[in-house]
């Protein structure tokens, strides 16, 4: 079946890169038409999207947050990294990783999600 | 950019059925998803491409898409649906974009 989990710090200081790590079981992300998405949930608020990254290493990302976000994938490792430069503690939020499909983009897999605090 | 809005809560009594919109511009020309996330967990897809639902996900839960509103409907509404649904569409110009979320309550 198919799994993810998030990891990361859970405490960065505000101007500091925040990188976190999405492993990843039970697919490939070489396989067509595969992706991984990353989204985060400031505490009590709504879904916002990331990044996403495909298996032919197509990447997007959220045009608001596009100058500060870079996504990679190790696709040996099963892995997929987000990093997100210039912390602030508007940043404070859950952070979920989740499978991903190419043609019509939605998120039927997601990881349990990892809590980031931004503050000095 | 692309905006989808919902309405901040549904309130359903139990055993009736919920309807929860999501409105955006043209949304019908558009595939609409629909995730459920209870408090302290991660959302779950329960709709996808509009009116599919994912294996697992019981019949009771429905979705159409026309004009400039997306509808998930939820059958004979139980305790257990109490949650927020968040809709989801993919847009050229923004990417992935979701709704605001709406809060069921089930009375």
């Known amino acids: 079946q198919i799994t993810l989990k998030e990891s990361g710090p859970t405490l960065v200081k505000p101007t500091q890169t925040l990188t976190l790590t999405c492993t990843f079981s039970?697919?490939?992300?070489?396989?067509?038409?595969?992706?991984v998405g990353w989204i985060r949930q400031p505490p009590g608020k709504a879904l916002e999207w990331l990044a996403l990254i495909y298996w032919n290493d197509d990447k997007r990302y959220s045009p608001s947050l596009k100058s500060r976000l870079t996504i990679t994938k190790d696709t040996s490792k099963n892995q997929v990294v987000l990093t997100m430069t210039n912390m602030d503690p508007v940043d404070t939020a859950t952070y979920y990783c989740?499978?991903?499909?190419?043609?019509?983009?939605?998120?039927?897999?997601w990881g349990q999600g990892t809590l980031v605090t931004v503050s000095s | 950019s692309y905006e989808l809005t919902q309405p901040l809560s549904v309130s359903v009594a139990l055993g009736q059925t919920a309807r929860i919109t999501c409105g955006g511009n043209?949304?019908?020309?558009?595939?609409v998803h629909w995730y459920q996330q209870k408090p302290g967990q991660a959302p779950v897809l329960v709709i996808y491409?509009?009116?599919n639902r994912p294996s697992g996900i019981p019949e009771r839960f429905s979705g159409s898409n026309s004009g400039n509103t997306a509808t998930l409907t939820i059958s004979r509404a139980q305790a257990g649906d109490e949650a927020d649904y968040y809709c989801q569409v993919w847009d050229s110009s923004t990417g992935v974009v979701f709704g605001g979320g709406t809060k069921l309550t089930v009375l």
């Open positions: 043209n949304i019908g020309s558009k595939n």
């Open positions: 491409r509009d009116s």
């Open positions: 039970g697919f490939s992300l070489s396989t067509s038409g595969v992706g």
């Open positions: 989740a499978h991903g499909q190419q043609l019509v983009p939605f998120f039927d897999y």
